[in-house]
């Protein structure tokens, strides 16, 4: 095989690579945590390529948005796959109000009836409404108690300001109220 096919191949089968349905990686303690009620706080899944929204978007116009990518939709349903084969049953899905993070929901749980929290809203834009913001979403997280897991879709900056961490898009944290504060107890990849 010539030097400029094999390159060819190669660059083919690493596009491919990027497009393939995620496997859901986790260890047993966060779908057990999971199947026992946990909350699952996932960033919305891949998006088409940028950062935060354009300008002069609109919350009530999708078109306006940065929305999924047919992998971040892809995504999304391997996400409500995975809870299925772990047996893990949804007791509720909430969602932040942008489309990005309402597809995620729907196309992941499509059997539940999202509903819309505010304190999963992105405050990208508005530092100022961090403090409040994490606050009545810590609130949130610590008063679920099932039945079934607790599934929040949200953006990487609230998931860093409630936790510390980094999420990937697609990538959910699993939580547990411990006391006053939230245990994170793992981590699970799309």
């Known amino acids: 095989m010539s030097t400029g096919r094999r390159i060819l191949l190669a660059a083919a089968w690493a596009c491919c690579a ?12 966060a779908w057990s945590a999971l199947r026992e009620g946990a909350v699952f706080i996932v960033r919305h899944a891949a998006t088409e390529p940028g950062v935060g929204d354009p300008p002069d978007f609109r919350l009530d116009d999708c078109a306006t948005q940065r929305n999924l990518s047919s992998a971040g939709r892809a995504q999304a349903a391997s996400m409500g796959r995975a809870f299925v084969e772990r047996r893990v049953a949804v007791g509720r899905v909430e ?38 913001q994490t606050e009545a979403l810590r609130a949130r997280i610590r008063s679920w108690r099932g039945p079934g897991a607790l599934v929040l879709v949200t953006h990487q900056v609230n998931i860093s300001a409630l936790t510390g961490r980094p999420t990937a898009m697609g990538e959910g944290l699993v939580l547990q109220a411990a006391g006053t504060d939230l245990q994170v107890v793992g981590a699970v990849q799309f």
């Open 95 to 132: 969602s932040s109000r942008w489309c990005r993070c309402v597809d995620t929901a729907r196309l992941g749980f499509p059997q539940a009836d999202v509903q819309i929290e505010p304190a999963l809203n992105s405050f990208f834009g508005a530092r100022t409404a961090e403090p409040a």
């Open 18 to 29: 990027f497009v393939a349905v995620p496997v859901a990686h986790a260890d047993e303690a």
